[in-house]
Each structure stands twice: as structure tokens, then as C-alpha cells.
């Protein structure tokens, strides 16, 4: 069988019922989604499959013959970061990053089908997704930066309106 | 085992039953989002592995007031229903999250085996209380039976479809875990038919879910209706609540439902 | 200390947002062999009967490691700190706790390595387990570990951490009132996003690189070298990239059994825990009961404290008397009371081995601490941020260990906290802070305390 990942088309060795992320990972060297549990719990592994966020854990390979996927390494590079991945850097939505590559993936989706900047919507596109690190507050701070347009400068990293200040000593 | 297995993938709904046969010894997979972390953690080995996710079952068809959900419809898209069949639609969005709803199917959640820690098959609730009508295929070819009956006896059968008539009012009230995920512990499903009968059914039970119709039957008191809908299931513990709490739970869940269909009428 | 304070980007932000960070999990090399463990499916059993033979014979299967195979089979992850050994990394007699890795197997595949481990025959003898740390002082409880039910290798061979400070009795003689309180924090689990994982590549001289998980590197590599009997240039360690550990990944075993593996068959050898084995098997933190009763004034100051800490570490001993010796360092929390009589036990039980976890051991005392500050402030009827605010930590004041405060913040942050709660503190109260203390805020019964009470 077929598969287009991140533009590339491959010829599948892997059998029908082999997982989507084993493919990835283990057949074509696409490792950003990850496997946080194999069950489809974490989000870990989430990847766009015709546009839709999906969890590979849980797709046969097989199911998607001549099917387009996309992994965070086709959203952008170094070089070249989409708004998302800029936001994330800024906002430092990312500890471990392990959570990132599935957060990126469902925030884009989010966005591409018209997301706002409401907290609760970008809360609702995300609920698939578990992080241990951020206390998902800064993801979401994210995710509603790039809904709303901002530009991001990745030198610094974006402050903190949340953290109180304890001040000098007294 | 996965190398050995037989995977399937038909294009059609004629084909998948054609390859269904009998049903001996066919794993049939849906979304995948319940069979493939059984397949990957090992407890699954299938020798036959019919997979839907082509058979172009994935339909939602509306023809006046009759709705027909395909077995392969994807849970999300009951979403649709919100308008018209509102407890159906609220149940199916408190499934998961937007991911699985996607890939998860009404067939897969409907005909879902009892989980291990926790219960399954959300969806049986509200289309219990819809009666709707099941059509599937198996040894002794196709039959159309109440929702009720099939779940009793689906082993050995393909659900291809489920249908039901609009009702004049629904409701869903449901207690969620509060957890990273937001399991669903216990729901009721209420349904105020065109002609003004009641039903109602439970989920979250030891078991499938439930009609509950000692509840039905005392529907204008909603008090008494919550108290009597305990003695129409069957509960039991798990990694969720304790058997204990859905007792106490249940009844206010009834009374919840039965309040709303008042509003609506 | 231009950092201090700014706003810098992470070194690895790009890296995560590009997929490109690599995890351990993400290396690839060829040759590559699966691993999996057999684990224990009983919380107590002697080992009767075990035959790894079937499983060796397995067409796809590359090694069997058994305890058998380990050159050190158990090495004290702190025995720099005096904590004698007491684990073996691969269970030998017996099992003590559910999950226990008995034989780890390298094959070609995950689902041959899964059959690999079905084919080893063993038959356990279940025993009665222990799970209850308060039933673990009963003459018919059963025996856990080769110490007994509990630590006895304090300094001096004691079988608890001790702390005495002044005279407790008096201060509870002098009492208006005592208040009680047990607080029993449960087992929390770390649940990183990425799960425990090792891969091990042998080299042709001999040297193994290991790719590790670890939150401790070097702490790592001196562990499996000991268990290896290798000296330390035998390894090369590749770090640092952790996909969340909270304190989970700083026990180090699996990095050992992939080392076996990698040595006996000759190939890298990779091991990546599912996420029930995570779940089920993989350390946590631990359980604590604790026992306080404050002898207090009816005016809110706090004479004296007797406290019974039990601390569950599970089967075996890991960190948990080093963790029970800092909580017993805090037990007073961010407060100073002067009389202290405090006993903490090590208790050993059935279950999954505890390890560390952020703040492990002071967080559970924390809890207990504020919990019962806020219950005493209840029982006497007072504000809870006055009770606090005159106890709090000055300059001068000793913690229970006797370390002399020098910088202590518990002043300002309970400030702080009643700022963030809209609360306004009475003036006198307002005014606090961390300087000396003198006058109201230095009762008799807190000058034998302070550092140099003469100068007060």
C-alpha cells in the first residue's frame, strides 16, 4: 500500500494491521509522534491523516491506502517554523516536549478549522491530550496567540502575567 | 500474530457481509479505537480481521422523521443531531475527545464488550430510549430487532445499521470522573415520544445498558421514578465508582431527565 | 546574574516544536533487539521452579538474563549515604511485589520477546502480603524483608529517625489545649509522558553505550557499572534528553538488565516499558501516615510537637531513608516549635518499591504541617494567617535538626498569600517580618530555641 507522509509517498512494508505510529516510527524513521501509551489515552501520537487529527496508535496502517498524512516535521523546520511552532517556542508551551509533537498536531487542526482565541474551545480541540510538565496553561496561551494573529520574536521568551512577584525581602 | 493475520478490507456493505459469514472466528474493527490496543498490548490475536473503516457504512441518513446511523458511523458526527435528537447528540460529544470521536464508530461503541475497569458502549443509552431498531447480519442472516434484544445476542452478529424515529423530546444527564479524562461513570438517556410515551435507559451498569422501566412507568413522579429505577439494574464496582455510588446517583440522574423532557414539552 | 530574571528561550524549544529533539526511544541503530521482562504476577511468592530454557531456544530470541547472569546482583543505589544494599536487580527466591522483574529477554521483535516470555516456565508458592504499614508492627504480620518490616540501619544501627528537642512533656503540661491530627497522603504516580526506556549498543572493544532516560546521569552510570563490575570507562552514558521523569527516572535498572542483554547476545538492545507497565510496575511516591499532636496555647503559639511518621516503601529500601530523614529535618514545616519528639519508620510492605518524587519526602510533611496549622487555628478559634505569622521561621530561629535560620520566607509568602486572597491582616500582623525575634514575638518558651539567646 501507499502512504504520503509530510509530501513523500511510500510504498508500506509493514502488514495492514501494523499501527500507523509503528509505521512511522519504526518503517519510515518519522519519530515526532510518539508512543506515550499505545492505547490512544495520551495524544501523544497524534498526527494529521487527510487533514484530521487522528491517534496512530489506534489506526491500522492498512485502513489508509493512499491516504496523506502529516507529522510535525511537515508543519516546519528551524529555518522555516510555522506560526504554531513559533508561538509554542515563545510561550514556552514545551518542557520535556514530549507532549508537544500531538499538541502541535491538534492546535493545527484546531486553527485550520477556524479556532478562535476562546480558551475553552482550544481547551475542548485539546482534551485528547495529556501533559505532566506546563500545566497546559501556557499551550494554551499558544494556541490563542496564533488564533488571534500575534507575530512572536524567539529571542526572548514571552513574560508571565500570571506569576506573582514576591518582591524584596521584609 | 499480526503477520498471520487475515485482514480484510471491504469496499462495500454487501462485501464486509460476505466476509462476515457466520462470524466464527472474524474480529471485526471499526475505528480501531478499542481492538488495536488489544491487538498491540497482546491480549488480541485475531486470525480474521475485518476492517470497516471502506465498507461505506459510515452513513447518516434522515428521511423524514426516521434517522438510520450506519455501523460505521463516526461518533463525532452525531453532532449533527443536536437539533432534533438532543440527548444523542449531547451523549455522543461526551465521548472521549474530538480525535476519537472521529475515529470511533457507533458500531464499535455500540457493540463494544464489557470494559475491564470501566464501562463502555456510552451510545446504547440514548438509543435504547429511542427503541431504536438494529439491523444485522450473522449465521441465520439478516434480522431487524429491537436495540434491546441484539446487544443481548450480538455475538456472531455484523451490526450494519440502526434506525429510530425522531422523538418529540430527549435529555442526557450524565456523572462524569473528574480526571484527566472525564470518564463518564453513570447516564441516563430520557426520550418523550410524538406519541407521549417515556423511556428511559441507563449506562454506566454492571452489564449493557439498561431500559429502565419501573422508572418509565412511575415517569410522572419523577421522585418515585429515580427510586424505582435503581430496582430495574444491575450495578457493580469498578475503577470508576462504586456500586454504592451509582445507586445513590442513579435516581438523580432519572429525576434530571425527567425534568428536562417536562421543560420541553 | 544577567540570567536571573530574563527572559530566555530554551535551548531545546526548537527541537521539541520541530520533532527533532530525539528521546531515547527515537535512536535507531541497526541490529536492534526488543527486550521485555517476566514480572512477578503475585505480590508475595517463593520461586519454587524456573526454567528459562524454552524461551532460550525460541527461534528470534537473542538472550535470557536471569539473576543468575548479574555480576553484582545487588547494589545499593545509596550506599554513599550508608543505605546497605538490599535489592536484587532480577528477583532470585522469591518475589516481593507485583511487576518484580524476574528474567528480561532480547529478541528480534516486540510480539517475539512477548512470546519469549510466555515460554519461560516458573512456578511461584503465594505467600500472605503485607500492604498495611500500620499492621506492620504486629508480632504476626508477615515478614517482608530480610531486616524485618522495617529499617534498621539508621546511623548507630537505630530502627527509626529520631528527634529530640527541649521537653516535650512540659510543653504539653504547659498546654491550654492538644491538637490532633493524622494525615495519610496516598501513592502518586509520576506518569511522564515518555515511559521508562533503554537502548544499549555494544562495541567491538567491549564498551557498551548506553542510551538512558535517566535524570542522573552519572548517578546512573555508577550503578550499572556496579552491577556490571566494570570500571566506569567500560560505559559511555547518552543523557539528558528526559520526556518528563518528576523523580521516577533516577532508579536505575532497566539500563542494567539492556546491558546484560547487549553483552550476552552481541546486538544493541532496546527496552521501552509499555504505559501499563508504568502504571503497574514502575516506582511511585510513597504513602505516608502521620501522626501529629501540637501543644498549643489558647493565644496561638505552638510549644511543642510529638509526631509518629510511618513511611511505606514498599518492597525494598531504594531512597526512602534518606527521603525520611529530610522529612524528618521539616516536620515542623515553615514554623519554629522548640520542643520535638519525633519518630519516623521506614516500613517495608508488598508493594511497588517508592522512590523519589518532587520534594519526596518534605511534601508529605508540608501537607500535614499546613493542614494542621489550619486545624489548630480552627480549634482555637483564631485566623489562620495570625497562628502562622507568629510561629513563622525568623533569622535566629532553629529547625528541627538545629540548623540556624538565616534567610527564612515564610513571613513574606504568607503575606503574599493573604495579598492573593484578599485577606487584610491586622496591623500588627501586617507589619511581620523575618528579623529576630524580640518582645511579643519572643516568649519564654522560644528563647532556648534561638541560636544565641543571650542576645535577645
Known amino acids: 500500500m501507499n502512504l504520503t507522509v509530510n509530501g513523500t509517498t511510500h510504498d508500506v512494508e509493514s502488514g495492514p494491521l501494523a499501527t500507523l505510529l509503528d509505521v512511522l516510527r519504526e518503517e519510515l524513521g518519522v519519530t515526532s509522534p510518539k508512543a506515550g501509551c499505545e492505547q490512544g489515552g495520551c495524544g501523544a501520537c497524534t498526527v494529521l ?107 526572548v521568551t514571552a513574560p508571565s502575567p500570571g506569576m506573582t512577584n514576591l518582591g524584596g525581602v521584609s | 500474530m499480526t503477520q498471520a493475520t487475515e485482514v480484510l478490507f471491504p469496499t462495500s456493505a454487501d462485501e464486509a457481509v460476505a466476509h462476515f459469514g457466520d462470524g466464527s472466528d472474524v474480529t471485526v474493527v471499526g475505528g480501531g479505537t478499542i481492538v488495536m490496543p488489544e491487538i498491540t498490548y497482546g491480549r488480541l490475536a485475531p486470525t480474521k480481521a475485518l476492517v470497516l473503516s471502506r465498507a461505506g457504512l459510515d452513513t447518516l441518513d434522515v428521511a423524514g422523521t426516521t434517522v438510520t446511523l450506519g455501523a460505521g458511523l463516526p461518533v463525532e458526527r452525531l453532532a449533527a443531531l443536536a437539533q432534533d435528537v438532543k440527548a444523542l447528540a449531547q451523549c455522543a460529544l461526551n465521548v472521549a475527545d474530538y480525535e476519537i470521536r472521529l475515529q470511533a464508530t457507533v458500531g464499535g461503541n455500540l457493540c463494544a464488550g464489557e470494559g475491564r475497569d470501566a464501562p463502555r458502549g456510552d451510545l446504547q443509552g440514548p438509543l435504547l430510549a429511542l427503541d431504536a431498531q438494529a439491523r444485522s447480519v450473522g449465521a441465520d442472516g439478516e434480522s431487524t430487532e429491537p436495540l434491546e434484544g441484539f446487544l443481548g445476542r450480538r455475538a456472531g452478529r455484523l ?18 470522573y473528574a480526571h484527566t479524562h472525564e470518564y463518564t461513570v453513570l447516564a441516563v438517556s430520557g426520550v418523550r415520544t410524538a406519541t407521549g410515551e417515556t423511556r428511559l435507559a441507563a449506562t454506566g451498569l454492571a452489564g449493557f445498558g439498561t431500559r429502565l422501566r419501573s422508572a418509565e412507568a412511575a415517569a410522572s413522579d419523577p421522585e418515585r421514578a429515580g427510586a424505582a429505577a435503581v430496582a430495574d439494574v444491575s450495578l457493580g464496582d469498578d475503577a470508576l465508582a462504586s456500586a454504592w455510588y451509582r445507586e445513590r446517583t442513579l435516581p438523580v440522574l432519572v429525576h434530571r431527565v425527567l425534568g428536562e423532557l417536562e421543560e420541553a414539552a | 546574574m544577567k540570567a536571573v530574571g530574563a527572559r530566555l528561550p530554551r535551548y531545546d524549544g526548537i527541537g521539541h516544536v520541530t520533532g527533532r529533539t530525539t528521546y531515547v526511544d527515537d535512536v535507531r541503530v541497526s541490529g536492534m533487539l526488543w527486550a ?37 546482583l545487588e547494589y545499593g543505589h545509596l550506599s554513599a549515604l550508608g543505605i546497605p544494599a538490599d535489592e536484587p536487580l532480577l528477583a532470585k527466591d522469591e518475589v516481593r511485589y507485583k511487576g518484580q522483574p524476574i528474567a528480561v529477554v532480547a529478541a528480534e521483535d516486540e510480539e517475539t520477546a512477548m512470546a519469549a516470555v510466555e515460554a519461560i516456565d516458573i512456578e511461584l508458592e503465594e ?3 503485607l500492604f498495611d504499614i500500620r499492621k506492620a508492627f504486629d508480632a504476626d504480620a508477615p515478614k517482608v524483608h530480610q531486616w524485618g518490616n522495617w529499617y534498621t540501619h539508621f546511623e548507630g544501627e537505630m530502627d527509626r529517625r529520631q528527634i529530640r528537642k527541649g521537653s516535650v512533656d512540659d510543653a504539653f503540661d504547659k498546654a491550654d489545649t492538644i491538637v490532633q491530627g493524622v494525615y495519610r497522603p496516598a501513592a502518586i504516580e509520576h506518569v511522564p509522558l515518555e515511559t521508562q526506556v533503554a537502548l544499549v549498543v555494544p562495541e567491538a572493544s567491549g564498551r557498551l553505550t548506553i542510551y538512558s532516560c535517566t535524570q542522573a546521569l552519572y548517578f546512573s552510570m555508577g550503578v550499572v557499572a556496579a552491577h556490571l563490575q566494570v570500571p566506569l570507562n567500560k560505559l559511555k552514558v547518552v543523557g539528558g534528553t528526559v520526556g518528563g521523569g518528576f523523580g521516577g527516572k533516577v532508579d536505575t535498572a532497566s539500563e542494567t538488565m539492556c546491558a546484560l542483554l547487549a553483552q550476552r547476545s552481541g546486538r544493541p538492545v532496546k527496552w521501552r516499558w509499555t504505559r501499563e507497565e508504568e502504571f503497574l510496575c514502575s516506582s511511585t511516591r510513597a504513602p505516608w501516615h502521620m501522626e501529629i499532636a501540637d501543644a498549643v496555647t489558647k493565644d496561638g503559639w505552638i ?38 519528639e519525633f519518630d519516623g519508620y521506614v516500613v517495608f510492605t508488598n508493594r511497588v518499591p517508592t522512590t523519589a518524587m518532587r520534594g519526596f519526602g518534605v511534601t508529605s510533611v508540608s501537607f500535614a504541617t499546613e493542614t494542621h496549622m489550619s486545624r489548630i487555628a480552627d480549634v482555637l478559634g483564631l485566623d489562620p ?69 543571650e542576645d535577645h
Open chain 3, 36 to 72: 521485555k521482562a517476566l514480572r512477578s504476577p503475585l505480590h508475595s511468592a517463593t520461586i519454587t521452579s524456573f526454567d528459562t530454557s524454552k524461551a532460550e531456544a525460541m527461534p528470534g530470541v537473542h538472550a535470557v538474563i536471569t539473576h543468575a547472569d548479574v555480576p553484582l
Open chain 1, 49 to 155: 491523516v487527510d487533514g484530521e487529527p487522528q491517534r496512530s496508535c489506534l489506526t491500522p496502517v492498512g485502513a489508509l491506502d493512499g491516504a496523506s498524512v502529516t507529522t510535525v516535521e511537515g508543519l516546519g523546520a528551524p529555518e522555516s517554523l510555522s506560526p504554531l511552532q513559533q508561538a509554542f517556542t515563545h510561550h514556552y508551551a514545551a518542557q520535556c516536549g514530549f507532549c508537544t509533537s500531538g499538541m502541535l498536531i491538534a492546535a493545527e487542526a484546531y486553527l485550520k478549522r477556524g479556532g478562535t482565541d476562546d480558551r475553552e474551545a482550544i481547551q475542548e480541540a485539546l482534551a485528547g491530550h495529556v501533559c505532566r510538565c506546563t500545566g497546559y496553561v501556557k499551550i494554551i496561551d499558544a494556541v490563542a496567540a496564533v488564533a488571534r494573529g500575534d507575530s512572536f520574536d524567539l529571542t
Open chain 3, 303 to 340: 510549644l511543642g510537637r510529638k509526631m509518629l511518621t510511618l513511611h511505606d516503601s514498599g518492597a525494598y529500601g531504594r531512597f526512602s531513608p534518606y527521603g525520611l530523614t529530610k522529612h524528618s529535618f521539616h516536620h515542623t514545616g515553615a514554623y519554629t516549635i522548640p520542643n520535638l
Open chain 2, 159 to 176: 451490526l450494519l445499521d440502526v434506525t429510530f424515529e425522531k422523538p418529540a423530546a430527549s435529555a442526557f444527564a450524565a456523572i462524569d
Open chain 3, 127 to 129: 505467600r500472605t502480603p
Open chain 3, 385 to 453: 494567617y495570625e497562628v502562622r505569622l507568629k510561629n513563622a521561621n525568623r533569622i535566629g530561629d532553629t529547625s528541627p535538626n538545629r540548623i540556624v535560620y538565616t534567610d527564612p520566607s515564610t513571613v513574606s509568602v504568607v503575606k503574599a498569600l493573604a495579598g492573593g486572597m484578599d485577606v487584610e491582616l491586622q496591623p500588627e500582623y501586617a507589619a511581620m517580618s523575618r528579623d529576630p525575634r524580640e518582645g511579643d514575638l519572643l516568649p519564654e518558651h522560644l528563647v532556648g530555641q534561638m541560636a544565641n539567646p
